[in-house]
């Protein structure tokens, strides 16, 4: 599809289809794992994935800064019809992706028993967790770049091999999981190995778009290499922590939940890890798929069609916050039952806390989808300033402070406050923005 020619509708939905799907199959990743992990080591084995999350996030954060942030300016330099800087930001995104990749396994190889501690780990969930890291260690590039070449994919009107790709990963995870948990019987080891085969197995299958006939990314020399990779940076930084919020926000609630509520509240947290990247994914699918879109035609100067493309995009965040929200008020235990094999103590505690926390649903999908529009839009400062209040500075007070304002339990409605703000600030920008075009 011509991203300044074709209909906005058909062209958003494909990519919406395109972009959900990889986002799900990717939470499809974490949910098997969890799912299995908790059918053999019961409550434990989900608190030590819950302990592991923030590593997920922070790796995979890494891929969105570089990726998204390049695909950004790429989209709108290709827009405008500069298609050398174009083809520059390719390459530096490519260049960024590899230094932080190796960035990211030396400090992990280092210091991850250090980060687990931090993270919250007690002696038992300290093992654990380190048998889950042994096989993904060696998969972080994959999950780095996988990020990337989804982004430039979509860029590049091949946005659905990044979901084919992932798709099959995702399938190689799923039977992997229960060959290596339980017919091989290494437990959260296995669930590790099943991961990273799964993530080896998506990127080789990206990388054959390069190949095709179809495929206009090139790698070229860059030049002024320092000026454009901050502009990646800064156009990709508020996508970047908006991920790596969740590695914050689980590095916040873990220590709390250990020091207030215990294990078996840590473990149901486990439960809502799982469950929030299910919340997400539509909204990163409206994301991804109005980026391009938007990115190209305000390049081009073609403000009607980013118009309505805002408007397909608001109404998928309306739907699927509506439909999360609805889902844990009204089915909680359904979610303790698939996870994990529960105790009488978790099952008791379970639903009051996915009740409480499952309310922020209703407005997480918009919040995350202005964090793309405002980027599209060439708006990074705002885009940033969201990401940084939702990811860190009104979620880790909210963490920090309502247990000792309003009792232990009071930290379940963290995240909700936190939305409500946040969406107050994106509504206000997003309108003043909408109305410049």
Same mark, same amino acid.
Not at 245 to 250: D, E, F, Q, V
């Given at each position: 599809m011509d991203l300044l020619n074709s209909k906005v509708r058909p062209m958003y939905f494909k990519y919406l289809v395109a972009a959900s799907g990889s986002a799900l199959v990717a939470s499809i990743f974490g949910m098997v794992d969890a799912m299995m992990v908790g059918k053999y080591h019961g409550p434990s084995g989900n608190a030590a994935? #819950?302990? %592991?999350?923030? @590593?997920? *996030?922070?790796? %995979? *954060? $890494?891929?969105l800064l570089a990726g998204i942030g390049g695909s950004v300016i790429f989209a709108n330099k290709r827009g405008s019809g500069n298609e050398t800087e174009a083809q520059e930001h390719f390459t530096l995104s490519i $260049?960024?992706? +590899? #230094? @932080?990749?190796?960035l990211a396994m @030396?400090?992990?190889?280092f210091f991850n028993e250090p980060l687990f501690r931090f993270f919250g780990a007690d002696d038992e969930l300290l093992v654990m967790a380190k048998k889950y890291l042994k096989p /993904? %260690?060696?998969?972080?590039?994959?999950?780095?770049? *996988?990020?990337? @070449?989804s982004a430039y994919l979509r860029n590049d009107n091949n946005p659905n091999l990044a979901t084919i790709a992932v798709i099959v990963g995702g399938v190689f995870n799923c039977f992997g999981d229960y060959f290596c948990v339980f017919v091989l019987d290494l437990g959260i080891f296995g669930a590790g190995l099943a991961t990273a085969t799964g993530q080896y197995v998506a990127i080789i299958m990206m990388l054959v778009h390069f190949f095709r006939k179809k495929n206009t990314l090139r790698l070229v020399k860059p030049t002024s290499v320092l000026r454009k990779l901050w502009n990646i940076s800064v156009v990709g930084f508020s996508t970047a922590i908006s991920d790596l #919020?969740?590695?914050?926000?689980?590095i916040l609630f873990n220590r709390q939940i250990m020091k207030y509520l215990g294990?078996?509240?840590l473990a149901v947290y486990g439960i809502l890890a799982q469950i929030t990247p299910f919340a997400q994914c539509l909204a990163y699918g409206a994301g991804q798929a +109005?980026?391009?879109?938007? *990115?190209?035609n305000l390049g081009a100067g073609q403000h009607d069609r980013i118009k309505e493309c805002l408007k397909y995009g608001l109404y998928t965040c309306a739907g699927m916050g509506v439909f999360w929200t609805a889902v844990t008020q009204l089915t909680p235990n359904f979610f303790v039952n698939f996870f994990m094999t529960p105790t009488p103590a978790v099952l008791e505690i379970a639903p009051g806390i996915i009740r409480a926390y499952g309310i922020s649903y209703i407005l997480l999908p918009f919040n995350l989808f202005a964090t793309y529009y405002f980027q599209a839009m060439m708006k990074a400062n705002i885009s940033m300033i969201a990401s940084l209040a939702r990811g860190a500075v009104i979620s880790g007070g909210m963490i920090l402070l309502l247990p000792? /304002?309003?009792? +232990?339990?009071?930290i379940w409605y963290a995240m909700l406050i936190t939305e409500i703000l946040v969406a107050g600030y994106g509504v206000y920008h997003m309108v003043r923005c909408t109305r410049t075009l």
């Open positions: 994935l #819950a302990i %592991f999350a923030p @590593l997920w *996030s922070l790796i %995979f *954060s $890494l891929g $260049l960024y992706g +590899a #230094a @932080l990749s190796i @030396l400090i992990i190889g /993904i %260690f060696f998969a972080i590039p994959c999950c780095v770049f *996988s990020n990337i @070449l #919020a969740m590695g914050i926000i689980g294990t078996d509240a +109005a980026q391009p879109i938007i *990115s190209q000792m /304002i309003a009792g +232990a339990d009071s």
